[in-house]
């Protein structure tokens, strides 16, 4: 698991800086950390995974911690679970109900932040959004 992990992460980077000439940073988005729908790995608490991924016990589409910050002061937070399930890459008629690559796509030139709100403070974990191809 590790070593696919790895490898994903890997070609994540070489598609990053073969595209990164071509396209442009996007919007910095944030999300509400609902851990409902957005959980930590069972295996390795550095990665989340979503309820609709194709393969919900071992996660096809991942978000992958890469920092803890605070004191960020976003526009908008979003629900995760509305932005995915409105997407073009969600059909609640299909058996596979998430394209997760698609999704990973629209995400990957984003920074990502997943909000975790507490009694005493709020914590942006920012994180990279991965796919899983087994």
């Known amino acids: 698991m590790k070593k696919l992990i790895l490898f994903n992460v890997l070609i ?13 940073q996007k919007d910095t988005l944030y999300f509400k950390l609902d851990e409902k729908y957005i959980f930590a790995s069972k295996y390795d608490k550095n990665f989340y995974l979503l309820e609709d991924s194709s393969d919900v016990g071992r996660g096809t589409f991942l978000f ?10 976003p526009k908008e937070v979003l629900c ?8 073009k890459y969600y059909d ?11 999704l990973w796509e629209d995400l990957n030139n984003n920074t990502i932040y997943l909000v975790k709100k507490s009694k005493s403070q709020v914590e942006y974990i920012r ?4 796919v899983q191809i087994e």
């Open 12 to 24: 994540f980077l070489c598609s990053t800086l073969s595209l990164s000439a071509q396209k442009t």
């Open 64 to 73: 992958q911690i890469i920092g803890n910050e605070s004191n960020k002061n």
């Open 80 to 87: 995760l679970k509305k932005y995915v399930r409105a997407s």
């Open 92 to 102: 609640k008629r299909k058996n596979v109900k998430l394209n997760d690559y698609r």
């Open 127 to 130: 994180v990279i959004a991965i």
